[in-house]
C-alpha cells in the first residue's frame, strides 16, 4: 500500500494496533450474517445488548463510549496523520474490522473486563514534598465532568476513587523482547473480558495485552508456578518449577517473595518455557484497583476529583529499593494523560447535620479525606450555611517537607473555617504525635464529643498503627472536667462515651 494514500480507516487502525501510547481494545461481533467487503467475509450475528445503568445520571455504558471517543478524538490528534505503510500493515486483523465497523459493529472499549471504569483525563500533578526528599508525595487531578462519576467522587461523602494502572511501558518492551513475542500480535481477550453480547469478541494486541491487562510485575503465589511448570519443555526446569510448590521447598519460595520477584522474572527465569500468547491471561492476573480517598469536594470544586498520593517504597531481600505499582503509575502521570477508574465508597461520612463539631486525625495520606471535609464546609458556608467548628489533628514526619497543601490549611484557619493541631513526629528528638495534639484539645473534645448530648464527631484516618493510642487519648480521663469518661473503647453503638460519634476511616496497616 503506498504511503500517501492510505484509506480513511486505517489511520486509526494503526492507532488502535499499532500504538503503544493508546489504551484502547477492540471490540467486534462475530459471525452469523454474511457481509462482505473488500474480500472480507464474515458472519455476524445480531446480538441483544446489555447496558448497565446508573442511579446518577449519565449510564456508565454511555460514559464509557463517550470517554473512549474523547480520548481516540484526544489521542489521535497529537498523533502524526501521515500514516506509513508499514504501520497500516501491522495491523494487519484489526484493519479488516475498522474497515467494516458497521457491519462488525465494532467498538473501542478501555479495560472492557472492569465493568464500571471510565477513562478519565490526568488534569493536574504537583510534587508536594521537596526535590531532595526521601519520599515522594504528591497531588493529582482527574477531569470527572460530564462522566458517569461525576457526581459520586467527593470526598466529603467518603469517597475513594478506583484507580487501574498500567505497566511501565519500557519495562514491557524489555521483557517481550526478551520473550521473542511479537508487540503487534493479535490476540483475543475474552478469557479476561467477559462478552456484553453472544458473539462479541475482543482483541487486543500483545503490548497492550502485557501492559494494560496483566499483572506482570507483580507477586507470584504457589498457585502460579502449579500453572507453570508443565510449559517447562526441559525436565529439570520443569523439576525446579514444580518442587517450588512443595511443603520442603517453601523457605525458597518465600526467599524468592522478599527479593519481590515477580511474574515477569519468572517467565525469564526458565528459558525453556514455551507459552503460547493466549495462555499468559490464564497464567498472570489482571491488574487490580488500587484505591484512593478523594481528597477534594465535588461541591467546592464541580467536575474534578484529586488524590493526595504517596509512592509506595520497601526494601527487598538483598537490598534493592522496589517500589508499588499503582502508586508509581500515578507518580509519572502528567496532565493530558488518561487512565480507568471509578468511585468507590467508603465507610467515613460527614455527619448531616452541617452545625457539629468534627475532629478528624489524618496520619500522613491519611490527611486526604479531611481536606475534602474542610473543602465542603468552605463551599457551604459560602451559601450563607451555619457550619460547626472543624479540628484538624496532622500527623507527619517534618514540618518542612510534609505539611501537605500548607497554603490553603493556613488560609482556612484564618478564616475560622478550622483549627490546626499539627504533630511533627521527626522536627524534634522528642515523636510528637497526634494523640499528643489530641490531649492538648482534652476541654473542646470534652465539649463537643464527651459531655452527655454532644453531637460532634470524630474520624481517624491513616496507617491502623496508631489506633488504639488515639482512642486512649480521646477516651481518657478529662481532668477539670469532674467526670472521668468510662471505659478505653468506644461503646458498642460506636458513639463516644458521651455521645458523640467515633468512626474510623477503614484504617490500613
Ligand atoms: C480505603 C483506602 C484508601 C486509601 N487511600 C489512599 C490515599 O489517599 N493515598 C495513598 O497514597 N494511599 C491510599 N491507600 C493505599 C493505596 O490503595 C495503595 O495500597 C498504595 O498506593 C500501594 O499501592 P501500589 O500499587 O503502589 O503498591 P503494590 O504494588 O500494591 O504493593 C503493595 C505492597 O505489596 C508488596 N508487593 C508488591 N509487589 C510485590 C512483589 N513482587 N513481591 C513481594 N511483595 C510485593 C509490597 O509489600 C508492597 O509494599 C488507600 C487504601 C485504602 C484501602
Ligand atoms: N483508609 C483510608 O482512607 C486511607 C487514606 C489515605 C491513606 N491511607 C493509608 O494510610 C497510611 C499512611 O501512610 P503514610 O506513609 O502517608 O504515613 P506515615 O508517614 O507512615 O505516618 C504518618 C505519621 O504517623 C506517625 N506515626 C507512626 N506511628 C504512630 C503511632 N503509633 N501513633 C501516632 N502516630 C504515629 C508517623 O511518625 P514516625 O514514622 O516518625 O514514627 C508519621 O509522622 C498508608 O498505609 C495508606 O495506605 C488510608
Known sequence: MPGDTVPAWAPKAALVGGTAALIVTLKYLSSKKTVEGGGVKKEVKAGGGKHESHEAGISVKASQVHQVAEYIADAGAKWDAKVKAEDVNKVGELSKYLAFQGEYKTSFAARPDVGEGVLVKVTDWKLLTPEDYDRTCFHVEF?????????????????????????????????????????????????????????????????????????????????????????????????????????????????????????????????????????????????????????????????????????????????????????????????????????????????????????????????????????????????????????????????????????????YEREGLVKCCNAWSRDTSKKVYVQHKIMEEDEAIWRDLGREGSKGAFFLCGSKQPEKDVFAAIARDLPGQGRPVRGAGPREDGRAPGGGALRDGGLLS
Open 143 to 411: 477531569d470527572i465532568a460530564g462522566t458517569s462519576i461525576e457526581h459520586l467522587c467527593n470526598g466529603a461523602h467518603g469517597t475513594a476513587l478506583s484507580v487501574y494502572s498500567t505497566n511501565d511501558a519500557k519495562k514491557v518492551q524489555e521483557f517481550l523482547q526478551a520473550m521473542k513475542l511479537d508487540p503487534q500480535a493479535v490476540v483475543p481477550v475474552d478469557e479476561i473480558a467477559p462478552q456484553e453480547e453472544d458473539g462479541m469478541t475482543v482483541l487486543t494486541t500483545v503490548e497492550k495485552l502485557f501492559t494494560q491487562y496483566l499483572d506482570l510485575f507483580g507477586k507470584p503465589t504457589r498457585e502460579f508456578l502449579k500453572k507453570l511448570f508443565p510449559y517447562a519443555v526441559d525436565i529439570q526446569e520443569k523439576v525446579a518449577i514444580a518442587e517450588l510448590t512443595l511443603e520442603r521447598k517453601m523457605e525458597d519460595f518465600q526467599d524468592r517473595q522478599a527479593r519481590a520477584l515477580t511474574f515477569a522474572d519468572y517467565f525469564l527465569e526458565f528459558p525453556s518455557l514455551k507459552i503460547p500468547v493466549e495462555k499468559y491471561a490464564e497464567l498472570v492476573p489482571t491488574i487490580k484497583q488500587r484505591v484512593y480517598s478523594i481528597c477534594s469536594s465535588t461541591d467546592y470544586r464541580p467536575g474534578k476529583c484529586q488524590l493526595l498520593v504517596v509512592r509506595e517504597d520497601w526494601q527487598a531481600k538483598g537490598g534493592d529499593t522496589k517500589y508499588g505499582l499503582c502508586s508509581s503509575f500515578l507518580t509519572f502521570v502528567r496532565s493530558g494523560q488518561w487512565c480507568v477508574a471509578h468511585s468507590t465508597h467508603s465507610v467515613m461520612h460527614m455527619p448531616e447535620d452541617k452545625s457539629v463539631p468534627v475532629f478528624m486525625a489524618g496520619l500522613g495520606t491519611g490527611l486526604a479525606p479531611f481536606r475534602a471535609f474542610v473543602e465542603q464546609r468552605r463551599h457551604e458556608k459560602s451559601k450563607g450555611i451555619t457550619v460547626g467548628p472543624l479540628t484538624l489533628f496532622f500527623g507527619g514526619r517534618y514540618s518542612k517537607a510534609e505539611y501537605y497543601y500548607r497554603d490553603e490549611f493556613e488560609l
